[in-house]
């Protein structure tokens, strides 16, 4: 059963080997948070722990985006939202915020992922039941207003000469 619009993932915990020098989250380990979670809305789309074993497929992240928006310490507690963007029967877009347990945003993540036959490997459809889910998960999201930040661009911000 999907989740109301946007898919929450359960709390998660800022763990003791993920304090960098800075005595902050190290970057990677967003990366990591944000997967955990994604895998809690991937499961709900049926690609949970078996789906590999019965079909010999499973999904790669093709690319993805981070923008590190507030500092996460050792012992915080965040959830991350997933929101999917667009989609099609081999790949789909998506978007993530990291949130604070006392609701401050923390990080956003943008990526795409592939649906893939791990005998090639190569990109091949999803099946029918599962891209049914996807879409009827696209179709809720479609009707919010969009995450700020989707599609953001890495650049220098350019002040206008005058």
């Keep these: 059963m999907l989740q109301p619009a946007p898919f929450m993932s ?3 915990e800022i763990e003791t ?3 960098d020098f ?8 967003y990366t990591v948070l944000f997967d955990r979670a994604a895998d ?3 499961e709900s789309f049926g690609f949970g722990p078996d789906y590999v074993q019965k079909h010999n497929h499973s999904t790669f992240s093709a690319e993805f985006h981070i923008r590190y928006l507030r500092e996460l ?3 915080d507690r965040v959830r991350s939202s997933f929101w999917l963007i667009e989609h099609d029967d081999k790949k789909f877009h ?3 915020e990291l949130y604070h347990e006392d609701g401050w945003l923390a990080a956003t993540g943008e990526g795409l992922t592939l649906h893939v036959d791990l005998s090639g490997p190569k990109v091949v459809p999803m099946p029918a039941d599962i891209h049914a889910r996807v879409a009827a998960m696209a179709a809720t999201h479609a009707q919010l207003p969009r995450p700020e930040g989707v599609g953001a661009k890495i650049g220098l911000r350019r002040r206008a000469k005058g």
């Design 10 to 12: 359960s709390f998660m």
């Design 17 to 19: 080997g993920w304090i």
């Design 22 to 29: 800075n005595n902050h989250l190290n970057m990677g380990y």
């Design 40 to 42: 809690q809305a991937f």
């Design 73 to 75: 310490k050792l012992r």
């Design 94 to 96: 998506s978007f993530q």
